[in-house]
């Protein structure tokens, strides 16, 4: 009977208190335009089931209190006592209840309400790459911030080894900014147009820099860190303004953020998963664009070693750029210098001191192969490019066709060449783009620390080894907090019933307020015991099982004072 009456009150506040709360819950994506209508009652509907685990507690508490209040004022608890039973036995059913709910709780934490949280974040997620590749291949635009984007094509693709998390590909691809009022100021054209999406918390300094709105750049990602990074490189652009200026470029990068894309984060992992989590951390994709972030510059460290190698021992040294494209550079070694605080790799000429490089360019009739020919040459970090390539610079350049068996002679000549994005065959960073993250920091450690802090290397080291770290503590505070509520569960339904018999004179609130308050107390210690955990471990700890003992310490002076009457 007494199991009876605690079911049916846990369930009946339960059920009004998770309705409340997932409905205050839906306010927030609802103003910020993230629902429509129809999204918000599946949005509360999902967020029903991880407010049980923050309701379950206070309903317990005030259904053990309600029962053992009615129970002491009605006298049945004198009855049960005059019989020869004792406190502990009049309390069992409170126990057993309190045990059943902590039960409930630890199931719902550990595999049920990571999914719906999953749910929850996804309905107020846009997905920007299946977005761009479902509107354009309908013939439409897609707006993202102050840009529409126009193309023929696009295309999703796996991500490369650059961090990205999505990627897509546009053929006749088309821009227009917009201002305030929503009239053009920038429009730019390409033949072909690439989009990585990177995590959020990806700085712009990780990945390309530079293009198209560079000068803009700082100050529109200002204050956007929640936000996901959009880098768009563009091939063949022609560009323009309203005033009528404009040119032509062979590339350019642009970047800018968007908000919402979803970003992978502990609460959505069950708990095998957050244990494993532990030991392959790049399952997050913030931590997994950061190992890729690593691993490129770990890799250009080698890559100047590995051209040098090839140009002595073959006299040549291939490259592809983000096309596939591929350049046959032909060349004595590679001379490393720092100009103006960069790192550069000037190309030696062979017999002759020409610099050669047989590349190609794309034709009515497919390919054209082409010989170029250069007094100076060097090799150096393209800016623009999202994987660590390389930029060739040629002075003082002739070109030919190599079909045509003309001479350099006949061919005018240029005083700059340049190609971009170019990536070592063999690339170096490709079996390090498939090192799990702490092999990886381990290998980069000693030449991270040679570099100095100040290099790129040094702040791609530091940078995964703090993330790394701060994951691994949020994943343990993620499991001890889950063991703790279900904890709390069971000392609260136990404090409600013992406070109750304690406290029968007085009102059934007002006694109840007698367990609400050291409730509050005890999930507001679990919670801030989890934040601390993520940044200092063990202090945290103590505190967020601190709040379930001292709440336990509670319930048992309580108990002690029942028993002397």
Not at 151 to 161: F, H, L, N, Q, T
């Amino acid at each position: 009977m007494i199991f009876g009456e605690l079911a049916k009150l846990t369930g009946l506040s339960a059920g009004v208190l998770v309705v409340i709360i997932a409905i205050g819950a839906a306010i927030k994506p609802l103003s910020d335009g993230l629902l429509d209508a129809g999204d918000a009652a599946l949005f509360v509907s999902l967020a029903m089931v991880p407010m049980l685990a923050f309701v379950l507690p206070f309903a317990a508490g005030f259904a053990s209190t309600l029962t053992y209040h009615r129970l002491a004022t009605s006298n049945e608890t004198t009855a049960a006592y005059a019989s020869g039973i004792s406190h502990r036995a009049v309390l069992m059913p409170a126990a057993v209840m309190g045990l059943v709910l902590a039960l409930v709780v630890s199931g719902l934490n550990e595999q049920v309400i990571p999914r719906f949280l999953l749910q929850m974040q996804r309905l107020i997620t846009v997905d920007v790459s299946r977005l761009l590749a479902q509107e354009i291949s309908r013939g439409k635009p897609v707006r993202l911030e102050d840009t529409l984007i126009f193309a023929d094509r696009a295309e999703r693709v796996p991500p490369g080894d650059d961090g990205a998390v999505d990627q897509v590909i546009f053929t006749n691809f088309a821009a227009i900014r917009l201002d305030d009022k929503g009239e053009p100021v920038q429009e730019v054209t390409a033949r072909n147009a690439t989009m990585w999406l990177f995590p959020p918390g990806a700085a712009p300094g990780e990945v390309a820099s530079g293009g198209a709105n560079e000068g803009a750049s700082e100050a529109a990602l200002a204050g956007r860190s929640d936000a996901s990074l959009v880098v768009l490189q563009l091939d063949e652009v022609i560009a323009a303004d309203p005033a009528g200026l404009g040119g032509f470029r062979d590339g350019a990068t642009a970047q800018f953020r968007v908000p919402y894309v979803l970003k992978d984060n502990p609460k959505f992992l069950t708990t095998g998963q957050l244990a494993a989590l532990k030991r392959v951390p790049e399952r997050m994709n913030w931590i997994e664009s950061r190992r890729k972030s690593l691993a490129n510059e770990l890799g250009k460290t080698s890559a100047w070693e590995a051209i040098d190698k090839q140009l002595r021992e073959g006299g040549k040294a291939t490259f592809v750029d983000a096309r596939g494209k591929s350049f046959v550079v032909q060349a004595s070694a590679l001379d490393r210098r720092v100009i103006e605080g960069k790192e550069r790799g000037v190309l030696q000429g062979r017999a002759g001191g020409a610099i050669e490089v047989f590349h190609s360019r794309g034709g009515d009739k497919g390919d054209v192969q082409l010989h170029t020919l250069a007094r100076e040459a060097m090799l150096r970090i393209d800016d623009r490019a999202t994987a660590g390539g390389l930029l060739l610079e040629m002075k003082e350049v002739r070109t030919r066709e190599v079909a045509a068996q003309n001479s350099f002679a006949q061919s005018p000549e240029r005083s700059q060449w340049q190609a971009g994005n170019l990536v070592p065959v063999p690339n170096p960073v490709q079996p390090l783009a498939k090192t799990p993250t702490f092999a990886l920091l381990e290998q980069a450690r000693g030449p991270a620390m040679a570099a100095g802090e100040a290099s790129s290397l040094g702040k791609a080291y530091r940078d995964l080894d703090r993330k790394t770290a701060e994951l691994v503590r949020e994943a343990a505070s993620k499991q001890h907090e889950r063991i703790a509520m279900s904890l709390s569960v069971l000392v609260v339904t136990i404090c409600g019933a013992v406070t109750a018999l304690r406290l029968s004179q007085r009102l059934p609130l007002t006694t109840y307020l007698w367990t609400f308050i050291p409730g509050v107390i005890t999930l507001v210690t679990i919670s801030g015991g989890q934040q601390l955990t993520e940044q200092l471990g063990l202090p945290g700890l103590l505190l967020m099982y601190g709040g379930v003992v001292g709440l336990a310490m509670y319930t048992l002076v309580q108990y002690r004072v029942v028993g002397k009457h």
